[in-house]
């Protein structure tokens, strides 16, 4: 293995490919004589050496990064004008998408909905149980221009309808549950028997790929009530001045068992899936912190969360999900703003920056050197003897992929990824 000293001082000699459009050509910048100066001999004469003896006609390749988005969107009664606000953004959102960071994007798009079951206690009266099994993490169907359901449960971003389909989509109406879960809802989606069952069948099967990334986008003006449990454990109540949900969390599935089921996502080659989150949901539009209020201004007490007015009830499981997939809270913002541009095109840039990309002909992970160009143009040097990249080998019928960490996690703006092979010749 090549100590960490001499992969710095060879860095620079490589294949090298830029995620852009320009390639590199080869160049021999470290010679055996090089090597024999700094006290070294050859590693080509290494037994079971990889490096190659001379650099390789083909450089490495990265991938086109392919990523699939389900928005999850809050069919409840409240809903109407913030799903006509996202839809209003979604050109903009779209755009940001296919620019990209550096790396071509291949992308599509399903909905589910935040409806699972409802569950209601009924002054001097049994609990009334509600589900729906039209929804319960299931692809809503695309509709045409005339508003009526298609076969089509997703939209691929080569699709020149993309933009119409894709607004008429996240208006799903306000006739769902009044008991969001969209943890539970996303579960359902992709983590559960559902999706493996054909579309055909009302399942989900086909939309998450082999070697995509998943962007769930939870759209949402209330806090989460998933459980995993059925019948639900918790009921809400009538009185509008208690917020059930939050009254009686510790009843919920624990908002960590959620998250450690959506990292342990694999695709169908057994990869493990990259997961981002992303929540607009009821916290504070000046910090985006979760408080719980009450509302009298309206004359009835209602329980909303503090610095947003159009929230009912206040987000903590919604922002602790969120900030679980990143502490710094960039994929978190306010329900209660007044437009969604600068929100959804926030999350386009986080989606576009991947932590991992793939690669091919790469003879050794030990021999790869990393260079992510950044906004202000300085370029962050990563290795995997450093322990800023990780390596996963390739299988079967999947690329090796190389994990970004530390102080070499991709930011947005990033302009460039280039891989480089250190050779010797």
């Keep these: 293995m090549l100590a960490p000293s001499l992969l710095d001082a060879v860095r620079g000699c490589a294949s090298a490919l830029e995620a852009d459009v320009k390639v590199h050509t080869c160049a021999h910048l470290l010679t055996l004589s090089a090597l ?74 399903g909905v589910i909905t935040t409806s699972v079951y409802q569950r209601l206690t009924i002054t001097n009266g049994p609990d009334s149980i509600r589900s729906f099994p039209d929804q319960e993490g299931r692809l809503q169907p695309v509709k045409d221009e005339a508003g009526q359901p298609t076969l089509e449960r997703f939209i691929e971003s080569t699709d020149p309808l993309l933009l119409d389909k894709f607004q008429r989509l996240v208006a799903q109406g306000t006739t769902g549950s009044g008991q969001e879960t969209p943890f539970e809802a996303v579960r359902l989606a992709v983590a559960s028997p559902l999706a493996q069952q ?124 969120a900030q679980a997939f990143d502490s710094t809270r960039a994929n978190l913002d306010s329900i209660c703003r007044s437009d969604y541009q600068q929100t959804l095109l926030g999350i386009a840039e986080l989606a576009t920056v991947a932590q991992s990309v793939d690669v091919v002909n790469l003879p050794d992970p030990r021999l790869a050197v990393v260079e992510v160009t950044r906004a202000n143009g300085s370029v962050q040097t990563c290795t995997v003897a450093n322990g800023d990249i990780r390596y996963e080998p390739s299988g079967e019928d999947r690329s090796a992929r190389l994990f970004f960490l530390g102080p070499c996690l991709r930011r947005v703006g990033d302009t460039k990824v280039e891989v480089k092979v250190l050779c010797a010749g």
Aim: charged share 25%; with cysteine; proline share 7%.
């Design 36 to 109: 024999l100066a700094v006290g070294c001999h050859s590693p080509v004469d290494d037994a079971g050496s990889t490096v190659p003896e001379t650099c390789e006609a083909t450089p490495p390749v990265v991938a086109p990064q392919k990523t699939d988005i389900l928005f999850v969107i809050d069919n409840s009664s409240s809903m109407q004008e913030e799903q006509q606000g996202i839809a209003t953004e979604l050109p903009a959102f779209v755009s940001a998408l296919k620019a990209g960071s550096g790396v071509a994007q291949e992308f599509r798009v």
């Design 198 to 321: 054909p579309l055909e069948e009302g399942g989900n099967a086909g939309f998450l790929r082999d070697g995509a990334r998943l962007l769930v986008v939870v759209v949402s003006d209330e806090e989460d009530c998933s459980s995993m449990q059925r019948p639900p454990p918790v009921s809400l109540v009538q009185d509008t001045s208690v917020d059930a949900c939050n009254r009686d969390a510790d009843k919920l599935t624990p908002v960590e068992d959620y998250y450690k089921a959506f990292q342990g996502l694999y695709d169908g080659r057994g990869a493990s899936r990259e997961v981002l989150w992303a929540t607009i949901g009821p916290v504070a539009l000046s910090d985006k912190r979760a408080e719980q209020v009450t509302d009298t201004s309206g004359g009835k007490p209602a329980v909303r969360n503090a610095d947003c007015p159009t929230s009912y009830g206040a987000g903590f499981r919604q922002s602790a999900l």
